[in-house]
C-alpha cells in the first residue's frame, strides 16, 4: 500500500514536480534554508547548523531529512562598521519511501545588509543562493498495476522512466530581510524569500515540467520579559504551487547562568502547523551551543493512519563567539 502511495505521490508527482520541498517544523532553526538573506546575519566568527527529521515514524522511513550549513560575514573592517557581508555554503538530503526517491543538494549563499542607524540596531539586507540539486529514483523497488496479470505477478513493467533514474538541474534563490530593535536588549526581524526563481524543468518520464516556486514570509524576535527570563517567538507561510502551510509559536527562555553575554539557556515552548500537528519543543543553550528537541503531534485528517505520530527533529546551531561581543542585536534562533 505505502509503495502505491509512493509511486502516485512522489514518482508523478515529485516527477511533475507538484509536491513540497523539504521542510522542517523547527524552521527558525535552519536559516539558509529560511532565506538566504540570513547567511552571516548573527553575532560571532562563524555559525555552523544542523538538523534532522524522521516524519510519520509509524510508517517505516516515510520521510528523512538532514540538513547542514556553515555560514560566517566577511571583509570586516573593509565595509562600514555595522554592515554585514556574509557568505555561508548548505547541502540538504532528502530520503522518501525508505530510500526509493533521494534528493540530494548544495547551495553557496551570499547577503549584504545595511545599516539604517548609526548603532546598527536597525538593518536591511538581501541575500542570494545558487544551488545544484540531483535526483534519484530506484524503479527496482517500486511495483506497477501492469505487473499483476490474470496469471499472476510478472514483474515486468511499461512504465518505462525513459529520461533514466537520475535527474539534476541548477536552481536560483533570493530573499529579504529587515531587523531591528528598540532598545539593544532585544530583536525583531521580518523577511520574505523565494526558491526555484529560475523554475528548473526535469522529469523522470518523458516530459518536462517545471519546478514550481516556493514563497516564504516569516518574522520573529526575542524579548526579556523579567529576570532571567525571554520570550522567542517566530511565524511562518509558504506557498508552493496549490499548497501553503502556516507555522507559528514561541519558547519561553530561562537563563540558569545570569550571564547575557554568554548565558545557560532553557528553552520551553511550542509551535502549530495550522491544521496539521501540534509541535512541542525543548531546547538548551550552552556557550554558544544550542540544541534543540521537537515532536510533530499530528492532528490531521491523517492522524489515524500515523497513530498521531507525526515526526521527530533535532536541531544544533553553534555560534563562535568573538573575544567582545558587537554589542548589535540579531536574529537567534
Known amino acids: 500500500m505505502r509503495k502505491s502511495i509512493t509511486f502516485v505521490t512522489l514518482v508523478f508527482l515529485a516527477g511533475a514536480l507538484k509536491a513540497q520541498d523539504p521542510h522542517f517544523s523547527q524552521f527558525f532553526a535552519s536559516p539558509l534554508t529560511l532565506n538566504p538573506a540570513f547567511t552571516g546575519k548573527f553575532d560571532g566568527l562563524w555559525r555552523l547548523t544542523a538538523n534532522h527529521r524522521d516524519q ?10 538532514t540538513s547542514a550549513s556553515v555560514d560566517f560575514p566577511i571583509l570586516k573592517g573593509k565595509i562600514p562598521e555595522k554592515d554585514v557581508f556574509g557568505v555561508g555554503i548548505s547541502g540538504v538530503s532528502d530520503a522518501s519511501a525508505n530510500n526509493i526517491l533521494k534528493l540530494n543538494y548544495g547551495s553557496a549563499s551570499m547577503s549584504y545588509h545595511k545599516a539604517l542607524s548609526d548603532d546598527g540596531y536597525s538593518t536591511i539586507g538581501a541575500g542570494f543562493q545558487a544551488t545544484y540539486s540531483s535526483l534519484t529514483i530506484d524503479q527496482s523497488k517500486l511495483t506497477f498495476a501492469d505487473q499483476l496479470q490474470a496469471n499472476g505477478f510478472t514483474g515486468t513493467t511499461s512504465d518505462i522512466l525513459v529520461n533514466g533514474s537520475n535527474q539534476s538541474y541548477f536552481d536560483i534563490n533570493a530573499g529579504v530581510l529587515f531587523s531591528s530593535s528598540t532598545n539593544g536588549s ?3 526581524y521580518l523577511g520574505a524569500s523565494m526558491y526555484h526563481i529560475n523554475r528548473p524543468k526535469v522529469s523522470f518520464k518523458d516530459k518536462n515540467w517545471f519546478l514550481t516556486g516556493r514563497i516564504t514570509a516569516h518574522a520573529g524576535g526575542y524579548f526579556p520579559l523579567v529576570d532571567r527570563l525571554s520570550l522567542n517567538a517566530s511565524v511562518i507561510h509558504q506557498i508552493q504551487n496549490k499548497a501553503s502551510e502556516t507555522t507559528f509559536g514561541a519558547a519561553l527562555g530561562i537563563n540558569a547562568n545570569g550571564d547575557a553575554d554568554r548565558p545557560t539557556n532553557v528553552y520551553i515552548g511550542s509551535w502549530m502547523r495550522l491544521n496539521d500537528a501540534i509541535i512541542p519543543y525543548l531546547g538548551l543553550e550552552i556557550n554558544g551551543l544550542r540544541i534543540g528537541a521537537s515532536y510533530d503531534i499530528n492532528i490531521s485528517n491523517l492522524k489515524a493512519a500515523t497513530a498521531s505520530r507525526g515526526g521527530s527533529e ?6 563562535k563567539k568573538p573575544a567582545e561581543p558587537s554589542g548589535v542585536p540579531c536574529p537567534r534562533f
Not at 510519520?56 to 520521510?63: G, L
Open 56 to 65: 510519520w515514524p509509524s510508517i517505516p522511513k516515510a520521510y528523512v531529512t
Open 186 to 188: 532585544n530583536n525583531f
Open 314 to 319: 533535532f536541531s544544533i546551531i553553534y555560534i
